[in-house]
T-cell receptor, first 114, second 113 residues
Framework: NAGVTQTPKFRILKIGQSMTLQCTQD?????MYWYRQDPGMGLKLIYY???????DKGEVPNGYNVSRSTTEDFPLRLELAAPSQTSVYFC?????????????FGQGTRLTVV | GENVEQHPSTLSVQEGDSAVIKCTYS??????FPWYKQELGKGPQLIID?????GEKKDQRIAVTLNKTAKHFSLHITETQPEDSAVYFC????????????FGKGTTLSVSS
């Protein structure tokens, strides 16, 4: 059972480039989340989804977009990369809302914008 | 907005000692408080959680206590081992619907043998 899989693991982008961080889960979870983790700052919620076709903003959504066309996939899109988006990005999923069941995290994507 | 404060940011103990990490939260509607452990190069993993109708929960060497009146909760690790070395995050559910979690900034625990 793979759990939550993120690709790529590492990426270097130039300022202004765009990219999509991929996230897929095989646990049939309804809830999925994207967090970013900056050194010494914990995890900040970017976007989340409560099911296919439904997404909502978290604490730090500016500069990002998401879509949820299937239960399994929840890609995160960066349209115009900026140095402030250098971070480690984590995708997570849970069976019910994060308050009532365990959230499973992927291994993370380390993104550097230069 | 909602906020979770976590202390200390770093903690060094000798093997066999106890370790305590404390968190406070601001959202009075929060009703779920998980703790995550993150090892180097990996994603966070749930180690224990507590809900607002419970004051204490224990799982082997790990325990969590919750004081809803004071809005703080703590993680207690007894008989620490080198493999307990990691970054620990506390979190609190966001708002009454609790759709997502607000995380503390993390505590780096080092256990030396």
């Amino acid at each position: 059972n793979a759990g939550v899989t993120q690709t790529p693991k590492f990426r270097i982008l130039k300022i202004g480039q765009s990219m999509t961080l991929q996230c897929t889960q095989d646990m049939n979870h309804n809830y999925m989340y994207w967090y970013r983790q900056d050194p010494g700052m914990g995890l900040k919620l970017i976007y989340y989804s409560v099911g296919a076709g439904i997404t909502d903003k978290g604490e730090v959504p500016n500069g990002y977009n998401v879509s949820r066309s299937t239960t399994e996939d929840f890609p995160l899109r960066l349209e115009l990369a900026a140095p402030s988006q250098t971070s480690v990005y984590f995708c997570a999923s849970s069976y019910r809302a994060g308050t009532t069941s365990e959230a499973f995290f992927g291994q993370g994507t380390r993104l550097t914008v230069v | 907005g909602e906020n979770v404060e976590q202390h200390p940011s770093t903690l060094s103990v000798q093997e066999g000692d106890s370790a305590v990490i404390k968190c406070t939260y601001s959202d009075s509607a929060s009703n779920y408080f998980p703790w995550y452990k993150q090892e180097l190069g990996k994603g966070p993993q749930l180690i224990i959680d507590i809900r607002s109708n419970v004051g204490e929960k224990k799982d082997q060497r790990i325990a969590v206590t919750l004081n809803k009146t004071a809005k703080h909760f703590s993680l207690h690790i007894t008989e620490t081992q080198p493999e307990d070395s990691a970054v620990y995050f506390c979190a609190a559910s966001k708002g009454q619907a609790g759709t997502a979690l607000i995380f503390g900034k993390g505590t780096t625990l080092s256990v030396s043998s």
